[in-house]
């Protein structure tokens, strides 16, 4: 009886609330581009991350693969001055995201969902991109390589560049994903990230 008053409670809540609302009238646009997030749930932390971003917001995902989380964080970017960086090799893994070229697939779903504006694609790898980077970022992404090593590289390339309670935010903190999961483990033990939560299989913290 508790949990069925808790859900309907947050159901309310959800209604009321005009970013829930404007959420709501996007996704199904969002979820027309294919992807592995566990939806709507991490769609909509996207999309309340970057809206609630500071209006110049600079965002950064290593791991775009067809745009279904570059276009969540898009539309919370809608009519701001926000802008998402989104750095992968757009060929795939060969394995669970398939082999190919992406980059056309995932320009198109941007372009679909009216964003192309406030979305910049890098062909490159993430260590090659950090080597060059010189903008504060305000939120981080990591969904590149899911090998413990590189998970761990991209963390501490990018981390130096976070904005004082900038996020950062994880991909795949549960599961099959060993390398993800072990980092995330040594991540929250750090202190290095404040105000640590999870959505589903979707860590983030602040940057302390």
């Not at 991490?42 to 965002?59: G, H, L």
């Not at 745009?67 to 964080?73: E, H, L, M, N």
């Not at 372009?111 to 490159?124: A, N, Q, S």
Request: with cysteine; glycine share 10%; proline share 4%.
């Amino acid at each position: 009886m508790l949990k069925k008053l808790i859900r309907a409670g947050k159901k309310l809540s959800r209604q009321l609330d005009p970013l829930e609302k404007e959420f709501e009238s996007v996704y199904p646009m969002i979820d027309k581009v294919p992807g592995f997030l566990k939806s709507p749930q991490q769609e909509r932390w996207f999309f309340r991350a970057a809206k609630k971003a500071p209006a110049n917001a600079v965002i950064v995902e290593i791991g775009s693969f067809k745009g279904r989380s570059t276009v969540s964080f898009g539309f919370g970017c809608k009519g701001t001055q926000k802008h998402i960086y989104a750095i992968d090799l757009f060929e795939g893994d060969g394995k669970d995201y398939g082999q190919g070229e992406f980059q056309k697939v995932f320009q198109a779903n941007v372009e679909r969902c009216g964003l192309t504006e406030y979305v910049t694609p890098i062909k490159k790898h993430s260590l090659e991109v950090a080597k060059d980077w010189n903008k504060p970022i305000d939120i981080l992404f990591i969904d590149g390589s899911h090998e413990y090593e590189d998970v761990k590289a991209d963390f501490e390339a990018f981390y130096p560049f976070v904005r004082k309670k900038g996020i950062i935010a994880f991909h795949d903190i549960r599961g099959k994903w060993n390398g993800v999961i072990k980092y995330w483990g040594e991540v929250q033990k750090s202190g290095w990230l404040k105000d640590v939560g999870k959505v589903s299989s979707l860590g983030f913290g602040t940057k302390g």
